[in-house]
């Protein structure tokens, strides 16, 4: 049997990216590529189907923004803040979300293949019915997040806090929890088979399950 190997997730951006100016008022401009949106805020906007391809965002705020169905292709967000943002449905291919607050993001119902959630704050992240692919999130935290009824195929959760994260429907066989801190999880019993876990973590599995751990001995 041949062993399945990660593809490389890294966003393919030329170097010396030129400023690229986010208008005020979007008309018929839905496509940006190649360039570089930095120290900036963008907010209140609600726009559906725009395009970003081999963009760095940098040091960029998102207020009241909802940008549905969104498509990245080859972009970086490093040290943005992106709470509350709606990217629902949205197609992301080869990102990287480096150092960014993604504080109840709505990923929804979405397509990720090839991503990497690196040392991000993604506390009450919204990713339900989504489809991940060569997805890593590491040293970010999860803590509430919503994963229910997502698809998950080559995901790895590196240093992870997920206490307190919904995996109803989500298949967990092959994903590796032992180095993620958590107390409780929401998890589908049937769909637990082949996750990776230690032994003092089994406990979080037996509060997901309804069971009373007494922890004490006679």
Same mark, same amino acid.
């Given at each position: 049997m041949v062993k399945k190997t990660a593809i490389n997730n890294t966003p393919r951006i030329p170097s010396g990216l030129e400023p690229l100016i986010f208008p005020e008022a979007?008309?018929?401009?839905?496509?940006? &590529?190649?360039?570089?949106?930095?120290?900036?805020?963008?907010? @209140?906007?609600?726009?559906?189907k725009l395009c970003f391809e081999q963009v760095i965002f940098q040091n960029v705020t998102f207020i009241d923004v909802s940008f549905r169905f969104i498509e990245c292709v080859d972009v970086i967000f490093e040290k943005c803040d992106l709470s509350n943002v709606d990217f629902s449905d949205a197609i992301i291919h080869r990102v990287q979300f480096k150092d960014c607050k993604l504080l109840g993001i709505n990923?929804?119902?979405? *397509?990720?293949?090839? !991503?990497?959630?690196?040392?991000?704050?993604?506390?009450?992240?919204?990713?339900?019915? *989504?489809?991940?692919?060569?997805? &890593?999130?590491?040293?970010?935290?999860?803590?509430?997040?919503?994963?229910?009824?997502s698809k998950f195929q080559l995901v790895k959760l590196q240093e992870c806090s997920i206490d307190q994260c &919904?995996?109803?429907?989500?298949?967990? @066989?092959? !994903?590796?929890?032992?180095?993620?801190?958590? @107390?409780?999880?929401?998890?589908?019993?049937?769909k637990l088979t082949g996750c990776l876990i230690k032994s003092e973590q089994a406990?979080?599995?037996a509060r997901a399950l309804g069971l009373v751990v007494d922890s004490e001995e006679d």
């Open positions: 979007l008309d018929e401009a839905r496509y940006f &590529n190649i360039g570089l949106i930095s120290d900036c805020e963008i907010f @209140e906007k609600d726009i559906e990923l929804s119902e979405s *397509t990720l293949h090839h !991503v990497v959630f690196e040392h991000c704050y993604s506390d009450f992240a919204t990713f339900g019915y *989504t489809d991940f692919k060569h997805v &890593n999130f590491e040293r970010t935290s999860l803590r509430q997040a919503d994963f229910g009824q &919904n995996f109803t429907g989500v298949v967990l @066989e092959g !994903v590796d929890l032992r180095s993620c801190s958590f @107390e409780s999880l929401m998890v589908s019993l049937e406990i979080g599995f």
